[in-house]
Structures are given as C-alpha cells and as structure tokens.
C-alpha cells in the first residue's frame, strides 16, 4: 500500500447553493468519508480555512493569497491509501465537489527511510 | 469549503431532515432583527458561512451532539465578531469600547434565546408580507428568507427561471430599504391588517404545492410542509394565535391528510370520486379537527374557517356516495357571501351537480360573470363544464371545451386527464 495525498480545490458552485442542497452536498461527503473509513484506507488529513499568506522572494515579502482565481483555492487535503495510481484516481472520482466544479489533485507521498 | 473527514462514523444519518432550510430561517431571522433588514443580505451571508463552516467542520470532526445549538453558536459570535468590528472603526477610550463591548454581547445573547427567536421569525414573516411590496415578491420573499428555500428550489416551486426570482428579490430587498421597514410585530388593527396578508401568503405557498401540477411532487410537499410550519409557528405566538389562524391550520391539515392519494404511482391525478380514502392520514385528519375546534372560540368566521369546514366535510364522508352535499352547499352559500368567487361558484355548481341535477349545475357555471371570458382563459373552467356536458352525455358541447381545457394547462397529469376524456369522447362518438 502506498499514501495518497488528495488536494481538494474548487467546487465554487457551493457558494450560491441554498441550504438544503447544503446539506445534501454535506451528506454525500459524510457518506464518502464513512465508505472511505470502512475500507480501512481513510489514513488523515485536515481542512483548510479559506485565507491565507504567501511569504516570497529573497528579501522576503509577505502578500494575501495566492488567491489569483478563486477556483485554485485549496479546500484541505487528505491521505488515502491505495496500490496505485490508478486506484487512487479512481477513488477520487467519488469525491462529492466534482459536480460542483471542484477537482481532486491525486499526489503520490515519497516513502522516505 | 471542501470538507475533511474525520472521525465520522455513525453520523451519516445523525442529522435530521430539512435542518438546513429551518435552521436558514431561524439564523436570517435572528440575525435580521440585529442588523437591521437594510442589512438583509449580510444576514443571508454570515447564515451561508455558517453551512460552510459547518460543512467543514461535522465532516471532519464529527456532526454534534446538537447541529442546531451549533449552527447557532457560529451565528452569533460572527454577529458579535462584526459588531465589534465596526465599533472598532470608531475610536473610544479602552475603557468605554470594553463597556460597548459588554454590552452588545450581552444584547446579542438575549437575542438568540429560544422565545426571542421565535419572536424573530415571526416578525421576518410580517416584514415579508409587507403591503408596500408586491405579491409575487412577498412569495419569492417569504420562501427565501424564512422558509429558507434556495433560489433553485423557489424557482422550481414557482415552475419559472432563476433569473425571474433574483429580479424579485432584489426587488424586494429593494423596497424594505427604501421604505425603512423595521422588524417588528404590528399592533392594533394594522396587526389584523397584516394578519390577513400573512394568511395570503402561506394559504397561497400551501396551494402552490397542493394544487400546482406543474412542479416536481418532491418540491411540492416541501411547499406544503413549510407552509404548514409556519402557520404553526404563527398560531403559537401571541401575535397571531387567533381563530383565523387556527381556521387556516385546520384547513391546510384536511387537505394534507389526502396528499398520497391524490396522485397515482405513474403521477395521474386522482379525482376525489376516485381517491383510495384508507390511504387519508388519520393523523392530519384529527388534527385538522382540533384546530378546526379551537379556530371556533370566538365570533370571528373567515373564508379560512369555511374553507375548512367543507374540506372537513369531506374527510368525514365513509366514501364519495355519502358526502353530505346538502351540507356542502350550505357551506358554499355561506362562502360566497364573504367570498364571491367566480372559483367558489364553480365549486359551489360541482355540489349542486351532485346534490340536484348537471343540467342545474351547467346553468349556475353559465351564470357566472365573465363566464366566456373565464372558459377562454382557466383551465379550471372549460374543465369543469366539460367534465359536466361529458357526464350528460352531450358530446358535442364537452369537445371544444375539453380540448381548450388541454391546451390551457402546462401540467403534464393535468393534460393526460383531459386527454383521457377526449379519447373516450372519440371512440363514443365512432360507436
């Protein structure tokens, strides 16, 4: 088994549903998280808040963001374990935000000694 | 936000139904009644944070024990968050801003006790069903911020586009500025006047989901259900725990009670002659007549109260042979003098049809003023008479009536009921 990290941005849509799609949205992640769990390969991860900072530069420089479009903001992450990447990214396939025009970035984690 | 998982077992199902869309209401409310309907939309916003966080939060730590007090909690400390803030703005010695500070929290906290809230809610009702704004608007208005359907839902509600219900809204929101329109709870006859809009509105919500064909039956039932919550709430203030508002809750659980037996499992409309009445909900039926009770302590009779009284008739009848259309009648005769209709006079015609003769029916329908206008134009009309001169057997009368009835209406089980008739008229007419 190896460690995937699923980086989750997007899903914009979110921000004009009313609350009873809401909770639906919600439901459905509580489920995925639930399946994910009962498979034993659910291993972390954490959510992100919405603002943040970036520190640049040589002399460093520290500006708000990077929030260049919206659609790149970083929702929070996750460790999945799976064999391959081919598995992982079919595991991410589920993932709630998808029809909401979010995206899962499927990173494999180097094993290090 | 996306949303994290976390230790979430078990909790998939641990949230109740709908607690989103009440607890929307619940949270605009409060919030309105702090910041002022001029800030409506900062309401709206910090509410719509609140189902993010929450979204983020109970996937990745667990729903709590108590969603609700939760949501809440995140509600109020963003009010308080933005209150300071723009105290902040302002600049006092320390010691007076820690005072300010106090105080507001204080302020605010009394605001988000249970009877405040409810208190809120109803004031958000009657800011809604303003008389300065338009009918439509007080409906798009009412499903937003208080029953807290979203724009997608209202528009589905309505059977009209997103676009249509944006416009509304902000002209409604529009208006509440502009007119200065505080949340508060009318007093003397102006609490009577309103009163009466309010009952517009939610008896207009109910129909909307009981008699429109054209919406989704899932959406339907939820427009009855927040339209009965509601009044429920209203008939539980002081405000508005009147006989009308009882009239109106007894009226809307009797046509509740026949709501899986007025459509059949491939969505045809079932005609109360037809209706299973073992499947009527029991429940709603004894409660209808509890309210129905309490809505006759005093001298007061409204539409509402006849309204009731004849949809209690009905759900009294073993089968359809054994309605008291005797009773019915009178029932409608005492409808039409506080209430006359050219609608209540074609229901009033379907009884007499049943209690006397079709013919005599046919003749009250022709009777009514702007009858050709309204057989043009209803679809309720050309339906009814032609149901009529098709039972009497006058083919020739019932065919272009029907066919206009067909072509008046956009529901699809609306159309196929008619289309039933006009087939059966084709094939007589072939024997």
Redesign the interface.
Known sequence: MKDFMFIFRGANEQYSMGPEEMQQHMQKWLAWVAALQNKKIYAGGHPLLPYGKTVQGKKPIVTDGPFAESKELVGGYFIIKATSMEEATEIAKDCPDLPLGGAVEVREVMPVE | ??????N??N??NA?VD????H??GKMVAVLTRIFGVHNLEMAEDV??EA??R???????NA?PDNPAAWLMQVAKNRAIDIIRRQQHCTRYSKELAHQLEQETANTVQQFFSEAEIADSQLRMIFACCHPALKEEDQVALTLKTVA??????IARALVTNEAVIQKRLYRARQLLKEENIVLEIPAGNELSRRLESVYTILYLLFNEGYNSGKADELIRR?LCAEAMRLCLLLSTHKAGNRPATFALLSLMCFHASRFESRVSETNDIILLPGQDRSKWNKELIHRGYYFLEKSSEGEELTIYHLESAIAAEHCLAPEFALTNWQRLLQLYDMLLAIKPTPQVLLNRAIVVAQLHSITAAIDEIKQIENIDHLLRTHYIFPAVLGDLYLRLGDHRQAQPLLHTAWRLTTSQAEKKLIAEKLERLATNNLN
């Open positions: 936000m996306e949303t994290m998982p976390g979430t077992s909790s998939v949230i709908h607690l989103f869309r607890e929307s509410v719509q189902f993010l929450a979204t983020q939060s109970w996937v990745f729903v807290g359907f979203g724009i997608a839902e939820d």
